[in-house]
């Protein structure tokens, strides 16, 4: 049994009834290609053929391939950040913070295989990512971090002889690197065991043991 089951029953992010039924399935098409293939063999009329939309849909709804791309990792940032800020709502100290952020990045991945795979493996290899709206959105998370860590060097949790950012590298790092093989190699992550791993690693630097 995971020893941080999600508060909230339901994870699901519903499609607003607002989207276009058409730009749906483009989407869907794409996650559905991509549990197989990686994204540069796949074509636009593979997408259009696997969603049964026309192939001109895809640029109406999207500038382009990687378009459509970046807004699948969007739609996964917004939902794992909704998640995150759900969870983290209500709980007190820093660690505790940083352990159940830890724990739904990892967990997202293990769920959400393509958005992991998107993340990991398929954009930061193309500079535009980097200028990117989508760019901005794991800016967001990166800052959600930092704060926490900032959080607890000003209550006292943290040492204030490190630098927060170096402290936030080492977490993020910490996750997508333990993730990675098991995305790589399509095998189950287990959560639980590497968030006590990384938990176990990064907080024994950083707590304050003059508190």
Not at 121 to 131: K, T
Not at 193 to 202: F, G, K, Q, R, Y
Request: hydrophobic fraction near 40%; include cysteine.
């Amino acid at each position: 049994m995971r020893n941080l089951p999600a508060p909230n029953a339901s994870r699901r992010n519903p499609k607003s009834p607002s989207v276009p039924p058409g730009k749906i399935k483009i989407a869907e098409a794409l996650k559905t290609l991509l549990e197989e293939k990686d994204f540069n063999s796949i074509t636009t009329a593979e997408i259009a053929k696997t969603s049964g939309v026309n192939e001109a849909l895809i640029y109406r709804y999207f500038k382009d391939k990687r378009g459509l791309l970046h807004h699948l990792l969007a739609e996964g940032m917004k939902a794992s950040r909704n998640q995150i800020d759900s969870d983290l709502s209500g709980l007190q100290g820093s660690f505790n913070k940083l352990r159940r952020l830890i724990w739904d990045s990892i967990d997202y991945y293990d769920r959400n295989r393509v958005f992991a795979k998107i993340l990991l493996l398929e954009v930061r290899n193309f500079p535009g990512y980097f200028e990117s709206r989508t760019y901005q959105l794991a800016r967001q998370y990166s800052r959600i971090v930092l704060d926490l860590i900032k959080e607890g060097i000003a209550n006292g949790e943290i040492r204030d002889d490190i630098p927060a950012a170096h402290v936030r590298n080492v977490i993020i790092g910490g996750i997508e690197h333990l993730c990675l093989p098991c995305v790589i190699f399509g095998r189950e992550i287990p959560v639980d065991a590497l968030t006590d791993s990384l938990c176990e690693i990064a907080f024994r630097g950083i707590v304050n043991r003059e508190v």
